[in-house]
């Protein structure tokens, strides 16, 4: 099969297109054939070696954690299923296998989410990573609720455009910020308030908009952008910073936050819940309570910029690889 693999840790140079085994489908898995598959942050720190302390990688390695497409096989034991269904998969690359980079890849059973009519390929591809880690920032640790008032930093990007759509379904109030060309995506995507980060003070505004205080903060930008975020939550509230295992990332004053009572809670896709929330954002999707995000496609072969792109941040939505998406169609 047509895959992008990297032989060594390093830069983007090397990502390579190559041939590799197709892989099968053992007991409670399903092989998928792959349409699209989706770009994330963490496949740029997958390709560089961060995620050693999580992963045991085997190389030739396939990074991908998204994909949408068809299923192909499935295994023993797997019900629900079978080939020609259209699926979308969060893949089992948490485990330190194959991902979605490639023309086949095989994912455990309890991630593989069949698609309605009503949802392409395409908007499901954009959905895993930056939906289920919105869905567990938003619900799981921020346990928002209707009414509320919720905060997203970086809110144009690919999991800042799931946030502020989920948290409007959830009918809470949602200020987002982002640069100037994207204050007319970020309030068609329901944001309340789209700030500018770059001509307005964001806390200054923050402050005005919700005087007694936000109950969450989605910071998934980091990197020391939004220090000041303890001051605009309020006593009980929550800070759900995205990890982006960088090491010498300024982290919020916990101290401060202790004496506030703003709860700190650092976040990411937790493993054995990513079944359940990609379930429920699909049946979101299909429902029209959410919608896709703006989406730009490249072939295969140019992952290299796809990842450079997404490394130098600033990326509109989601970039997705169309691995075999005319196959499909």
């Known amino acids: 099969m047509r895959a992008i693999a990297i032989e060594r840790f390093g830069g983007p140079e090397e990502l390579h297109l190559t041939e590799l085994p197709q892989p099968k489908a053992g007991a409670g898995e399903v092989l998928i054939r792959v349409a699209y598959a989706g770009v994330n942050p963490a496949d740029w720190k997958i390709r560089e070696g961060w995620l050693q302390q999580f992963l045991q990688y085997r190389f030739p ?36 296998e194959w991902g979605t980079y490639a023309e086949y890849v095989v994912s455990d059973v309890d991630r593989v989410v069949r698609l309605p009519v009503t949802v392409s390929l395409q908007a499901a591809a954009s959905l895993p990573t930056a939906g289920i880690t919105s869905w567990e920032a938003l619900f799981d640790v921020g346990q928002l609720r209707a009414g ?29 910020s ?59 509230g929550t800070i759900a910073p995205i990890g982006t295992l960088i090491a010498t990332e300024p982290q919020p004053d916990a101290a401060r936050a202790a004496v506030r009572g703003v709860r700190i809670v650092p976040t990411m896709s937790n ?39 997404v490394q130098a941040g600033h990326v509109r939505g989601k970039l997705l690889l169309d691995v075999a998406a005319s196959a499909m169609r």
């Not at 990074?63 to 979308?88: H, K, S, T, Y």
């Not at 100037?180 to 005005?208: C, F, H, K, M, W």
């Not at 005087?211 to 006593?235: A, F, H, M, S, Y």
């Not at 896709?292 to 490249?298: F, S, T």
């Open 148 to 176: 509320q008032r919720v905060l997203v930093n970086g809110g144009a990007g690919g999991m800042g455009s799931w946030c502020i759509q989920l948290a409007k379904m959830a009918q809470a109030q949602v200020a987002a």
């Open 271 to 309: 493993f054995e819940r990513q079944g359940r929330q990609l379930r429920a954002l699909v049946d979101a999707l299909a429902r029209g309570q959410i919608r896709e995000p703006a989406i730009e496609v490249l072939p295969l072969a140019r992952a290299a910029e796809a990842q450079r792109r």
């Open 61 to 96: 390695f396939v990074p991908g954690f998204d994909a949408a497409g068809m299923v192909a096989a499935i295994g023993e034991g797997v019900e629900g299923l079978r080939p020609g269904d259209r699926v979308v998969t969060a893949s089992n690359q948490g485990k330190g």
């Open 178 to 236: 982002c640069g100037p060309a994207n204050l007319e995506y970020v309030q068609g995507l329901g944001a309340d308030l789209a700030i500018d980060y770059r001509s307005q003070d964001v806390v200054a505004v923050v402050q005005t908009w919700a005087p007694e205080g936000v109950d969450l903060i989605v910071d998934t930008v980091g990197q020391g952008t939004l220090l000041q975020g303890v001051e605009l939550v309020k006593p009980g």
